[in-house]
């Protein structure tokens, strides 16, 4: 016990410590989760079955089945749908704000400031407003739009199967916009300005060196930003539970809050976990990707 405690105020000893202290806290929130999810996956469990242990092995028929399920399809559109204009205006916008943000003017940090008030706020509540705004009969956006003479009639923007989905991709984008803003804001400083200075002297544009210096040079900011847009996206769930809940008739579903129903609502819990299952591969896919384009653009 002494040899113990006298190799833990080591420092190489506290190092190891630490390392199994991370290991440790690594394999029970998060190694043991994912497999006892595809363990689920693989096996009959409902409700009854969950306290009691009795689950019966049946292999891939889980995934044969929740892959020919009619709602499958409409799910895994709308979530490509969902993840692709979210990521793609979320990085459209966020580098125009950092790119704006970049420039000295008064009151910019004050701004900045202002656009991080809503990202730090918990996502059901941003559901909350933005429920408020998108509301079919007293809603903000209806009456702005009345008021410009855009509309005549009240748009149902969380209950018509053919906006639904749009509106919770537009509270989405608000949402991840100031975080894209801070990551690219970072990789737009980290760029020397001799090189602007230089290409300025040498008679280049401003679009000139947007193309020649600032893309080049932001390729891994952009790639990193685009891997955790993907990621943070799919793991969206509190809008859509603050919204839409999936409807109308699953207009506005996607992969993580089907496999919520699946498991919580009608006690699918095995079709729940395959769903997850499947989204754990993407998500790893995604992130091995993006691995390895950084791990080629180091050695070239």
């Known amino acids: 016990m002494a040899h113990f405690w006298s190799s833990i105020r080591d420092s190489r000893g506290f190092d190891a410590l ?25 096996q009959t469990v409902d409700l009854f079955s969950l ?14 089945e929740v892959l020919s399920d009619p709602v499958a399809g409409t799910v895994l559109w709308n979530t490509i749908r969902f993840v692709v204009l979210s990521v793609v205006f979320q990085l459209l916008i966020g580098f125009g704000l950092a790119l704006f943000f970049q420039q ?24 909350a407003v933005w429920s408020w705004i998108l ?69 280049a544009g401003a679009w000139q060196r947007f193309y020649t210096i600032t893309l080049p040079l932001m390729r891994a900011p952009l ?22 809940q999936g409807g109308p008739s699953n207009a506005s579903n996607v992969a993580q809050y089907w496999s919520w129903q699946l498991s919580f609502q009608t006690y699918q819990i095995s079709r729940g976990s395959v769903v997850s299952v499947l989204m754990i591969v993407f998500v790893i896919g995604v992130a091995a990707i993006y691995t390895r384009s950084t791990r080629y653009e180091q050695n070239y």
Do not use: C, K
Request: hydrophobic share 55%; net charge negative.
């Open 18 to 42: 630490l390392v199994w202290l991370a290991l440790g806290y690594l394999t029970v929130f998060s190694a043991f989760p994912l497999v006892y999810n595809f363990v689920i996956s693989l």
């Open 51 to 64: 306290a009691s242990f009795d689950r019966p092995f049946v292999g891939l028929e889980n995934y044969r």
């Open 104 to 127: 000295d003017f008064p009151g910019s940090s004050y701004l900045r400031g202002l656009f991080l008030a809503g990202w730090i706020m918990p996502a059901l509540v941003v559901g």
């Open 135 to 203: 509301a079919g009969d007293f809603g903000v956006l209806n009456y702005v739009l009345r008021s410009f003479g855009l509309i005549d009639e009240n748009i149902f923007w969380l209950s018509d199967h053919q906006v639904s989905l749009y509106s919770v991709i537009i509270a989405n984008i608000w949402l991840g916009v100031p975080f894209n803003m801070i990551l690219l804001s970072v990789g737009l400083a980290s760029i020397p300005q001799d090189l602007y200075e230089a290409a300025e002297l040498d008679g």
């Open 223 to 244: 790639g990193a930003v685009v891997s955790l847009g993907i990621i943070f996206t799919l793991q969206q769930f509190d809008l859509f539970a603050a919204l839409t």
